[in-house]
């Protein structure tokens, strides 16, 4: 008995012997997984999801919401979240990284794992990033679905520059900078309009000239009718002066982005250090703004703190607070119309536990994907 796409509470005598095979339901209470009893011992189906179906299932407006619910989840300290465990390939410029999570009242678990090796386009006609997720039962420990995680990564990357921009950055936005004109460019752009509807100007730079350009005419044809004005620009300057919101998506290991630039008021989401040497800000603005974190652990080991902090720029006590705290509802986000404020996103295992656990859902509901006995 194969079940190729669709998952179903299926009986059937086994030619084998005098079992009874049974097919639950996924979603039935305390088997997310597809099982088969037998006498002996019960076997698991897992559903298998690759990057192309992923990306048919996922809507950013529901990233959006479930990165908002692993903030919360996190600032409630209602998560288990090792901070991520990296490995170094030095000699091809490259990490992998391993992500678990288990979001306790939700009962989603996952692991990511995702490499960063921003020289793969060049070199290998690769992604920089690429991941795959396992998405496990916490009930029994059974592997639920294996899926593509490259697109989760983009998605949930995004979203979090638009939950953080909902409690950080002054209402009503009109102007956008993005810095790097790469994938994550894209999901930056998705996320913040799809946030906030409108944008009078958006302005990109990338150090590639062409790929600024291209970025700039793909926001063009997809998003057109939603923004004013879309420049590629030829400097990280005349990208950023006056910007209400900036992004930076970089691999970058030395500060793009320069104080005198940033206007006051302006929210920058600070997406491309995610790796101990990685930086993209001038240290002054992170000394002027208020600084909001994702994970301390994370945040100091790799993200854009790492490097202002192991050099004595700034000190813990700059650092204001984690942006779970502030979706909980436990602290303020802005608090004033003219402070700059600044989030450091580093990536956390649980906004991509709860974006699979809506592709995994998704999946079941559409009859996508493969289901295979591994285990
Ligand atoms: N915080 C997170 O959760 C998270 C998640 C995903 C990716 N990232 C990081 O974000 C960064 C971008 O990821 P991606 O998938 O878009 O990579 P990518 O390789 O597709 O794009 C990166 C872009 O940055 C440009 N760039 C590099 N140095 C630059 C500089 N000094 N000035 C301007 N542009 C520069 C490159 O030309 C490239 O176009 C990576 O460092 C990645 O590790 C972080």
Known sequence: MVLENRVDIVTKKSPFSSHTLIFLHPLARHTECCIAMTAQHASVKTLLLTGRQVKRLLKM?????????????????????????????????GDLRTMPSYVEDMDVSAVKIVNVHPRNAKEHGLRTVMGLLV???????????????????????????????????????????????????????????????????????????????????QFRRLYGDQIGKVRATTSPEDAVEGCDIIVTATSSRAPIVMNDWVKDGAHINCIGADAPGKQELDPAILKRAQVIIDDWEQASHSGEINVPLSKGEVTRNEIDGEIGEIVAGMSVGRRSESEVTVFCSTGL??????????????????GVGRLVQIV
């Open 61 to 93: 407006k529901d990233v959006i919401g479930a990165v908002e619910d692993a903030f919360r989840h996190k600032g409630l300290s209602k998560v288990q979240m090792p901070p991520k465990v990296y490995l170094f390939y030095d000699k091809f410029d």
């Open 135 to 217: 998405l496990v039962s916490p009930h029994n420990g059974a592997p639920m679905a294996i899926m593509d995680a490259t697109h989760i990564t983009d998605m949930r990357t995004g979203a979090a520059s638009a939950v953080a921009s909902k409690y950080l950055a002054n209402k009503n936005p009109k102007s956008l900078s993005i810095i790097g004109a790469g994938n994550q460019a894209r999901t930056q752009m998705m996320a913040l309009i799809t946030q906030y509807g409108h944008f009078d100007e958006v302005r990109l730079f990338d150090i590639d000239a062409e790929k600024t350009k291209a970025a700039a005419r």
């Open 349 to 366: 295992a649980v906004q991509d536990c709860l974006t699979a656990k809506i592709v995994y859902d998704t999946a079941l509901a559409q």
